[in-house]
């Protein structure tokens, strides 16, 4: 179905015509997934609308929603209905001729994967991500009563977002490619994304330029399997290493960080691309499983021994690299075995983090016809044994910093009662850090500004802040 097909169902009749218009948004998921949602919020900002916490009363409330794992589908389900409950509250207070005035957008890849079943439920505008980028024009054209131009009706357009304003976080998140042809056994994301699909070279490093012109210090590339992205020019064939390259060396004053990246990919030169002044120390890199048996079972394009070779090569380069990554525990026919070389692989790399999924059915997928699912009781039991090996293994990657200068990016800062402000950001290696500023500086004045910080604590806590001073830069 067309995106904004079933919009006409909405009477906005009450919707604010004199005032702005508010939006609120709740994002599941990935960081592309927040990403999309920072643009978006962009561009109903520049088409005159205010955007206000999720929770508050708004003319529209959009759920950018996820479908990684039954969890994701839970929670996105709940934000469906948490935002359609405001809608309803705020309809009843409405006089009695009144009808609704609120609009719930559902998007994402929930949406997608459940298009039917909300379509024909109702309450909610289902928009797919094909036309996610379209969200703003489609929804204030049908705000204003104006007939939605033809043309957007049929436009995929995965790169067709504004770059975002700094609403929701100082780091700028650029997108540079969509969707993935690998169709790993337990991965429902091609069916919802859609094929492998890159933006083209030049158009990335315009919007990473874009992105630093406008004050961001720090970018972030992202895509859902970005080390695929390709471009045909002329005879040859530019791999993701070109991307990056191009990207480091766009005109600004900023540092480069890669968003998550699938193993397949990564060659030599993006291995030296790390040691670029620009670019930050760290990559989350997803295993999934350090068994070689596993990895099989779940076509994942690489090997246990070759990602080991990888993170060799980036501590090798780089000291202090931050290797993070992503680990399935109960993948079907995972065996105890299986399941220990998972554990002694993960404690052998000693990860900055790892994020850890109980392995999650997605009917359509190869894994779910699979034999030797395993209970949810012994998912539950491997998951926390990769949960606790994490905080350990992190703790240990943290203490590693003790004695060291980080260059921090400051997110946020507070007035203390006593004078000074209190920063906390995140250092090259992406990892939080908190100090003392002396009262001279306003909290404003110091967001979005590097300070060079000596690492002289690590809090005590399962995701400890790095606590620090401020040392000449
Ligand atoms: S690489 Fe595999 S896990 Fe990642 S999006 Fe593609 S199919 Fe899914």
Redesign the pocket.
């Known amino acids: 179905m067309a995106a904004g097909s079933n919009l006409a169902g909405y009477n906005t009749s009450h919707s604010r015509l004199t005032e702005s218009r508010r939006i609120a948004f709740k994002t599941l998921g990935c960081k592309l997934n927040q990403a999309e949602t920072e643009a978006i919020a962009t561009g109903f900002k520049s088409l005159g609308w205010d955007v206000v916490d999720f929770g508050s009363s708004a003319d529209v409330v959009v759920v950018n929603s996820c479908t990684v794992t039954n969890a994701a589908d839970r929670k996105s389900r709940s934000a469906m209905n948490q935002a359609i409950r405001i809608r309803s509250n705020e309809s009843d207070m409405l006089p009695d001729d009144g009808e609704s005035s609120g609009l719930v957008v559902m998007t994402g890849c929930y949406a997608d994967g459940h298009r039917e079943k909300l379509e024909a439920d109702g309450r909610t505008y289902v928009v797919g991500n094909d036309h996610k980028s379209l969200i703003p024009q489609l929804i204030d054209a049908h705000f204003r009563g104006e007939i939605l131009p033809g043309h957007l009706e049929n436009k995929r357009d995965p790169f067709g977002y504004p770059l975002a304003e700094r609403i929701f976080r100082t780091r700028a998140m650029v997108k540079v490619q969509d969707g993935?042809?690998?169709?790993?056994t337990?991965?429902i994301?091609?069916f919802v994304?859609g094929r492998g699909i890159s933006r083209p070279l030049d158009e990335a490093v315009m919007v990473v330029e874009e992105a630093a012109a406008a004050g961001y210090r720090e970018i972030v590339l992202t895509g859902?399997?970005m080390s695929r992205w390709e471009e045909i020019r002329d005879e040859d064939r530019l791999g993701f290493a070109d991307l990056v390259e191009a990207c480091l060396n766009a005109k600004g004053d900023f540092r480069l960080r890669l968003g998550s990246v699938?193993p397949d990919r990564i060659d030599g030169r993006l291995l030296d691309l790390m040691t670029h002044p620009k670019m930050t120390p760290h990559m989350h890199l997803?295993l999934?499983s350090g068994s070689e048996k596993v990895l099989l079972s779940m076509r994942?394009q690489y090997t246990a021994a070759g990602f080991e070779r990888i993170a060799g090569e980036l501590r090798r380069r780089i000291p202090g690299f931050n290797l993070t990554t992503d680990v399935i525990v109960g993948f079907p026919g995972e065996s105890e075995d299986d399941f220990a070389d998972t554990l002694r692989f993960c404690d052998r790399l000693g990860f900055g983090h790892i994020h850890t999924f109980p392995y999650s059915r997605r009917e359509g997928t190869r894994a779910d016809r699979m034999d030797g699912h395993l209970s949810d009781a012994d998912k539950k039991i491997r998951a926390e044994s990769v949960r606790n090996l994490s905080e350990a293994t992190k703790r240990v990657y943290r203490n590693s910093l003790l004695g060291t200068i980080q260059e921090v990016l400051v997110e946020r800062a507070v007035l203390q009662p006593y004078g000074s402000l209190t920063a906390r950001g995140f250092s090259a290696p992406y990892v939080p850090v908190k100090f003392s500023i002396p009262s001279t500086h306003s909290p404003q004045s110091v967001q979005n500004s590097f300070f060079h910080v000596r690492i002289e604590a690590v809090e005590p806590g399962e995701d400890p802040d790095l606590l620090g001073v401020v040392v000449p830069g």
């Open positions: 993935c042809d690998n169709f790993c337990f991965c994301i091609p994304r859902v399997n699938e997803c999934q994942r």
